[in-house]
């Protein structure tokens, strides 16, 4: 239990370490950035985003809500343990279809509210599909919600079946490497599940591209195109990949919509993420974080209190699964002030980045208007959304930093 304790610790203290080296505290030395909405965005367009959240936030919370109660209900009462222990068969089989069966549960408490939150965004222009194509995307992303939890789930009973007192120890190192593995095979595997990938044909946009890469001394093996704009108006890109399989993936909503000077800004941005290697830290912020949650499992399923409560005679009692999937939902929740705050620094470098390659404020700041009103993005969120769910700086402060970022360097 000691043991468990200190690599708990560690494996904190591996984070913190990691966080430190990594993340730009401040992002821009010696900067001011004043955050002035209304010189850049038109009252109509602030009052049409804030329509919009209106709109979308009640169905959105609930469905957040409702499914954290779900949750809750079947992990810290022993209703969860009877439904995963009542499938019939081999352990596996309940944990298998236990895993299945919260998680519907979950997507049906929380439908109504989803459907509610989907036709705000068609109504708004924000989304494409149909519910053909809605319903598919649904059931697809379930589907690999419930294959994934349940593989990491089979192997921590496994070896708490094996070792009732010492799983943690491989628990711990299964869900850093699964953590790592993950984040390689996420381009590769997950990501062809929703979109379909094409190369940028040749052309003078894929050669600026390439040669913005180049420029930048940042490896790239492809500029591809995802088929976004069958679900969604929004515009983005990302680089994906590591080493020589990193490619820098454009959605088509922002070749069609942006001229090629702000699609290169978007990508200057990801070439800047690609440059600080942004994605391998957060992986192995998360492999320390997956390895610290394990732990943490550990020592609430080694509390007799914890295990009455959801009626489970021991740590590899299928009874338990209930109570993980909750502690797997708050989780994210729970740190998300603390991962959207490194994030919109990682997030603020790379902005900066993008300009310190291109020097283009002027395209730069029509690009951060034309992607906030494209994707209604909330120009001035409370401090509690900004706290639980701005992964990235609002749209009227990355405007103001690339402002401080002009004024430090003329
Ligand atoms: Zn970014």
Known sequence: MRAAWLVLGACVLGVVVTALLTVPFPVLQGAHPHVDILRDFTRSEIAREQAYHSAVRPPAYLSLAVSLVVAGFLGLTRWGGRLVAGVPGHWMLKVLLGVALVFAIGQLVTLPFDVQAERVLRRYGLSTQNWTGWTDDLLRGLGIKVVTTSVVLLVLLALARRWPTTWWVPGAVVAAVFTLVASFAYPVVIEPAFNSFTSLPAGQLRSDLLALATKDHVKVSDVLVADASKRTTALNAYVSGFGSTRRIVVYDTLLRDAS??????????????????????????GAFG?????????LLLSSSGVLARVGAKGPGDVRVVPFVLLLGAAAPLLLAPLTNLVSRHIEARADLHALDLTHDVPTYIASEHKLATTNLADLDPNPVVYTLFFTHPSDPERIALAREWERLHR
């Open 260 to 285: 090629d000077q702000e699609v290169e800004l978007v990508v200057a941005h990801e070439l800047g993420h690609a440059k600080r290697n942004d994605v391998l830290h957060g992986t192995i912020m």
């Open 290 to 298: 997956a390895a610290a949650g394990i732990i943490v499992v550990f």
